[in-house]
Each structure stands twice: as C-alpha cells, then as structure tokens.
C-alpha cells in the first residue's frame, strides 16, 4: 500500500513537472521589433483588426487612434469610433515609453490624470510588428491577450496584411481570434 501511494505521488509530481515543461516551452515570450521612432510614430492610425476587448465592446467600428507628442515627451492618445446608434465615443489618454527613447514598449493610460501614480491604470502597448514605411502595425503586450492591427488607411493590400498575419501567428498569437473592424 505505501509503495503505491509513493508511486502515485510521484507519477503526479512528474505530470505536473511535465506541465510546467509544456507551458514553458510552448509560447516563446513576445518579441517586440527591435526600436521605434515615437515622432516617425506619431499620426492617425486605422484599427483594421483586434482581439476584442471589454474596454471597445460599445465600438461597432470606424475605430482610429491618433497620436501627438506632448510637451513633456509623452504621447496623447485619442482613441474614437463609431457606437451602435452612430455616436462618436473618444477615449482620450497618455502614453509613456518604457526604456530609452527608441523602446518599442509603451504604458498607455486611459485613466483620469490624478491616478497616474497606480501602476494599475497603465497598460502594456508592445509594437511588434512594423513595416519599414510606418503604416502597417500590430502591437499587443506579453500575455498576448490583446491584439491591433492598425494601418495608415483604412484598407491595405491583401497580400501584406496576410504576411503580418503569419508573421504574427509566428510569434504564438491566436490569429483565429482576430475580428476585422468595420470600415465602411
């Protein structure tokens, strides 16, 4: 009897230990690309496609994000769409970025000013995909629970948005999960 209650101990600490194997060994951790030029960043970009979210659930589409350095080297972000009845909603918040200044990792905040100080209220906002050009983009951050794909127009050739695709597939995110955002 004492020889099977070890043995089945241990065979459960070895499913476990094997678990933990697989989970580790089978999401490499995100890569983000290698810089980014925030000024060369700033403007308006098109949300063509997301991992949807609690935080745009009233957007029925049209969905831009617009850029514009502050002052004080951070970014304001103005994030509008379209709400079901045809409303403009517009979220206006503040990105920061993490490192020097060629980091390709930001924290955004939509949360009123006088909460900055939580760590909390600021999200991850990785770029991990950018074309030389600057107008195809993907950003996410290191869980991989969110997902963009912003462009800087409303629509792009089939042929390079499907190479992000793989691209991003490549990197372990569930592309399956993407929703195309209504732009017309």
């Known amino acids: 009897m004492k020889n099977r209650v070890i043995t089945a101990i241990l065979y459960a600490l070895s499913l476990n230990a094997n678990a933990v194997d697989a989970q580790q060994t089978a999401v490499a951790p995100l890569v983000t690309i290698p810089t980014l ?24 589409g049209f969905t831009s994000a617009t850029y514009s350095a502050l002052p004080d080297g951070k970014v304001q972000v103005a994030n509008r769409c379209q709400g079901g ?41 990785w770029v991990i995909d950018l074309d030389k050009d600057y107008q195809l983009a993907a950003v996410s951050e290191a869980k991989r629970e969110f997902l963009w794909i912003l462009s800087r127009t409303k629509k792009v050739d089939q042929e390079k948005y499907n190479a992000l695709i793989a691209r991003l ?7 399956a999960k993407l929703v195309l955002t209504k732009q017309e």
Do not use: H
């Open 169 to 175: 597939a490549a990197q372990g995110l569930d592309v």
């Open 37 to 60: 030029d925030v000024p060369r960043y700033m403007g308006t970009w098109y949300e063509l496609a997301k991992f949807e979210n609690r935080f745009q659930k009233s957007c029925a």
């Open 85 to 125: 009845a045809g409303e403009v909603i517009e979220a206006i918040g503040e990105a920061r970025q993490v490192g020097n200044t060629s980091s390709p990792k930001l924290k955004v905040r939509f949360a009123p000013a006088f909460l900055s100080f939580l760590p909390m209220v600021w999200g991850d906002y």
